[in-house]
């Protein structure tokens, strides 16, 4: 698909937007002028429309929501935000951690309807694409994309501060195999963004975070040919917590590329452990690997399911037998990156007769790892694993469940995190976030976005 980059006054007379003259604070005229819709807050649908997944936001109220229909209706989102300074953010799957797609009294930019696969070996993704239309769409042509399991996750958010995948040690981040976007910046650009155009904008957008620089509607990503997977399950007994822990961070660090794991630690008295995770290959070559775990620690059950790659997708997003519908939960989370083995004992110790709480790890390394720090906006290229804390807020106060997350994420140690599990109080979020790419990130986001219209609390 050929790209053309439009200066402000064009691309907004092309749109319709010159004829509207200056704007005033009128939601109805900006409604007049989309090709998609604008729901406000009198509309019937109002509330199903901004309902986002973290249910602890379930009280915010954005001033509207823009169902764009295409990328005219972003520039112009973005041409009345940034006239009125009305807070705005991007929105494909709902899931920010910290509700920052639902902006109170703000305006809400959904990309839903920016959504497909054009499949090949690069494949063209639109930008509102959930995670199980993406590997629908893959896996009817054959291909394979590193990219999430949460089946209402969207593309957007996840691929542009990363991308955790079940296959990732083998083909590496979301944002590793991205090729090219399309951006609307906020001075009413529509960007082509590649290595040759825009490359810092192209560097900042693998790694540095959903929100930030402007709205991406497309993506490019170099997909692999689909493979056989295997993923599996080791069940392990109940006070084994802390010799399953130990035992994992020793395998997991020495393991082939196409071997990803986790491990999961679920609070309770005592505190369960259950080791998981995806081959890239056959159950037979699988099983040595897990035999060098099972050796040292004592299994309940052992679980291995041969699959392709698209019933693997669909395993993994608990859509074997249709998918369920999106209803949300209420939670509060945050995530460190880890670099050295931790102290097992002390791991598990926070989580013993805690409530609802887990800490969830997955391997990072192989791929994920070849890559320098500074190549990507990415930072975390020498981590051994993420770290996702994660408290259920259902029956006590946010205020509760942050001082409950905040136990296990500070009692771990660890000083930086994944910014796609973004957490209103990290502390040092840029350094925990950024690292040593900061200050760049900050360089590209003050040359294309120098009103800050897309700022948010934690925005580079």
């Known amino acids: 698909m050929d790209v053309v980059e439009f200066d402000r006054r064009t691309f907004l007379g092309a749109t319709g937007l010159a004829a509207l003259g200056t704007w005033d604070r009128d939601w109805n005229r900006l409604r007049r002028v989309l090709n998609g819709r604008l729901v406000l807050p009198g509309d019937a649908d109002y509330d199903t429309v901004r309902r986002p997944y973290n249910l602890v936001y379930a009280q915010r109220r954005p001033a509207a929501i823009a169902l764009c229909a295409d990328e005219a209706d972003v520039a112009r989102c973005l041409e009345f935000t940034s006239a009125h300074r009305v807070p705005v953010a991007a929105r494909a799957g709902r899931h920010s951690y910290a509700g920052y797609s639902v902006p109170e009294n703000g305006l809400v930019v959904d990309l839903s309807a920016l959504s497909g696969v054009h499949a090949g ?32 996750v969207g593309i957007g958010g996840l691929a542009l501060g990363g991308g955790i ?84 961070q020793e395998w997991m660090v020495d393991l082939p590329d196409g071997l990803w794991s986790a491990c999961r630690l679920d609070s309770g008295t005592p505190t369960r452990a259950l080791v998981s995770g995806c081959w890239v290959g056959t159950p037979e ?72 709480t887990a800490i969830l790890c997955d391997a990072l390394g192989g791929a994920i790892g070849r890559v320098r720090a500074e190549d990507t906006a990415f930072p975390h290229r020498d981590a051994i694993a993420a770290a996702q804390v994660f408290v259920e807020a259902a029956g006590v106060s946010e205020a509760q469940a942050r001082r ?53 609390p934690q925005s580079v």
């Open 121 to 152: 070996p690069v494949s063209t993704v639109g930008a509102g694409t959930s995670m199980i239309d993406l590997y629908e769409g893959l896996g009817a042509a054959g291909r394979l994309l590193p990219a999430g399991t949460c089946r209402s």
């Open 165 to 248: 995948s079940v296959v990732g040690r083998k083909y590496g981040l979301t944002s590793d195999r991205l090729r090219g976007a399309r951006v609307v910046t906020p001075d009413g650009c529509l960007r082509r963004v590649d290595a040759e155009h825009e490359p810092d904008l192209f560097w900042a957008l693998r790694g540095g975070g959903g929100g930030n620089f402007g709205i991406v509607t497309s993506f490019r990503f170099a997909t692999a040919p689909a493979r056989d997977l295997a993923p599996f399950e080791l069940r392990t007994p109940p006070g084994a917590a802390v010799d399953v822990f130990g035992a994992w």
């Open 285 to 356: 070559s699988l099983t040595p690997l897990l035999d060098r775990l099972a050796a040292k620690v004592p299994v309940l059950a052992r679980d291995v399911r041969p699959m392709d790659s698209l019933t693997a997708m669909r395993y993994y997003a608990n859509c074997l037998n249709g998918c369920p519908p999106f209803t949300g939960l209420p939670f509060v989370a945050s995530s460190r990156m880890v670099r050295r083995p931790l102290d097992p004992a002390r791991v598990v110790g926070l989580l013993d007769g805690e409530r609802a």
């Open 404 to 456: 409950e997350l905040a136990v296990v994420r500070d009692g771990l140690g660890l000083g930086t995190g994944y910014v796609n599990y973004i957490d209103p109080e990290m502390p040092d979020w840029r350094t925990a976030y950024y690292g040593r790419n900061y200050p760049r990130l900050r360089r590209v986001a003050r040359r294309y976005d120098p009103d800050r219209v897309l700022a948010f």
